[in-house]
């Protein structure tokens, strides 16, 4: 059975940095588009980023600069790394993956270009 899950979520002061992983089992994913998306309580959940196939990435504006992604296809993982934190970066992160369209360069940033999903991990800035 396929399945993404998140880990590296926690509470951080705002400026201090956190590394979240997402853990594929079941089926390789690495000729696929992956991604991580947010969302805050009472908020749609939105893109953070995504990284293609070959490994071109893709930021939302308001994290570029801040946040990168990786993944280890070896491994079947993904990776954001977050560094200077913001209170608005506090959201239940999740992690996705597509499996539809291989060796494409696009990354959907739109949740319904994704068949896989993790069930997130919680990530909280303080002040």
């Known amino acids: 059975q396929e399945q993404l899950v998140e880990s590296g979520g926690g509470l951080v002061q705002a400026g201090g940095s956190l590394r979240l992983s997402c853990a594929a089992s079941?089926?390789?994913?690495?000729?696929?588009?992956m991604a991580w998306f947010r969302q805050a309580p009472g908020k749609e959940r939105e893109f953070v980023g995504g990284?293609?196939?070959?490994?071109?990435?893709y930021y939302a504006d308001s994290v570029k600069g801040r946040f990168a992604i990786s993944r280890d296809n070896a491994e079947n993982t993904l990776v954001l790394q977050m560094n200077s934190l913001k209170r608005e970066d506090t959201a239940l992160y999740y992690c996705?993956?597509?499996?539809?369209?291989?060796?494409?360069?696009?990354?959907?940033?739109?949740?319904?270009?994704?068949?896989?999903w993790g069930q997130g991990t919680q990530v909280t800035v303080s002040s």
């Open positions: 079941g089926r390789t994913f690495r000729t696929y588009a």
């Open positions: 996705a993956a597509d499996h539809l369209r291989p060796y494409t360069g696009d990354v959907p940033v739109n949740a319904n270009g994704y068949s896989y």
């Open positions: 990284i293609s196939w070959s490994g071109r990435t």
